[in-house]
């Protein structure tokens, strides 16, 4: 692989208010320093607290959302939602292992688009109207236990070797089940990153989810737990 210098960028993730900044180079090439770069559909800031891709997908699900408003407002309430499912939400969810907001200003940008779906889908824009009967009448899980689930999901498929993704975790003393310990966290940015965050959820798992012998039958005994 032959790698283009000017189409590479740097970008260095501190905490730090006054970070240091210095000269990288690739083939004679001085590459550019940035706070923020799209890799894999991804968008990382410096900070890794995500704000900058959530801003990015918020807006481009909101502009897909009102296409669907302009071109099939008088279709059924099915086809409506079949369209939010296909076109809109996926924006919302792709990479969400990655990214997962636990900021309540982040979670709410994401909770306004299918917000806004779920009176498009009824057809109800009254001011005076309960959004939260509309998600209730639709029987849309909430996006935050969505994610949840993906996550756990994902965990699955990495013990299982389904996903070749190391663990970097380990049993708690004398666990044979299926826990395992938490990792230290100094910073927010760890304590909600993936492994950290998603562990938590996987320990408070029944034994009998969490030894699904596939990820189909683990996948519909999580979604079953979250409905009930």
Same mark, same amino acid.
């Given at each position: 692989?032959?790698?283009? *210098?000017?189409?590479c960028?740097?970008?260095?993730?501190?905490?730090?208010?006054?970070?240091?900044?210095?000269? @990288?180079?690739m083939?004679?090439?001085? !590459?550019?320093?940035?706070?923020?770069?799209?890799?894999?559909?991804?968008?990382?800031?410096?900070?890794?607290n995500?704000?900058?891709?959530?801003? %990015?997908?918020v807006?481009?699900?909101h502009?897909?959302? =009102?296409?669907?408003?302009?071109?099939?407002?008088?279709? *059924?309430?099915?086809?409506?939602?079949? =369209?939010?499912? &296909?076109?809109?939400?996926?924006?919302?969810?792709?990479?969400?292992?990655?990214? +997962?907001?636990?900021? &309540?200003?982040?979670?709410?940008?994401?909770?306004?688009?299918q917000?806004?779906?779920?009176?498009?889908?009824?057809? +109800?824009?009254?001011?005076? %109207?309960?959004?939260?009967?509309m998600?209730? &009448? !639709?029987?849309?899980? *909430?996006?935050?236990?969505?994610?949840? /689930?993906?996550?756990?999901v994902?965990? @699955?498929?990495?013990?299982?070797?389904?996903?070749d993704?190391?663990? *970097?975790?380990?049993?708690?003393?004398?666990?044979?089940?299926?826990?395992?310990?938490?990792p230290?966290?100094?910073?927010?940015?760890?304590?909600? %990153?993936?492994?950290?965050?998603? $562990?938590? $959820?996987?320990?408070?798992?029944?034994?009998?989810?969490?030894? =699904? /012998?596939?990820? /189909?039958?683990?996948?519909?005994m999580?979604?079953?737990?979250?409905?009930?």
């Open positions: 692989m032959v790698f283009h *210098p000017e189409k960028l740097v970008l260095s993730t501190t905490l730090k208010k006054n970070s240091i900044r210095r000269k @990288y180079y083939r004679s090439h001085q !590459l550019q320093s940035v706070d923020e770069a799209k890799y894999l559909g991804v968008t990382i800031n410096n900070k890794l995500w704000s900058s891709h959530i801003d %990015s997908i807006a481009q699900a502009r897909k959302l =009102a296409f669907l408003q302009r071109n099939i407002s008088h279709c *059924p309430n099915d086809i409506k939602s079949m =369209a939010y499912f &296909s076109l809109v939400r996926p924006k919302l969810e792709y990479a969400v292992s990655v990214w +997962d907001p636990y900021t &309540s200003s982040n979670i709410k940008k994401l909770d306004s688009v917000r806004k779906a779920a009176r498009f889908v009824t057809g +109800d824009y009254g001011q005076m %109207s309960s959004v939260t009967s998600l209730d &009448s !639709l029987d849309w899980p *909430p996006l935050q236990r969505r994610r949840s /689930e993906l996550k756990v994902l965990f @699955y498929k990495i013990l299982n070797n389904e996903v993704i190391a663990v *970097p975790l380990d049993k708690p003393p004398r666990e044979t089940g299926h826990k395992f310990m938490v230290q966290s100094r910073t927010n940015s760890h304590l909600y %990153s993936y492994f950290p965050s998603t $562990v938590r $959820v996987w320990n408070n798992l029944p034994s009998v989810v969490a030894s =699904a /012998e596939t990820s /189909e039958g683990f996948k519909s999580v979604k079953t737990m979250g409905n009930t």
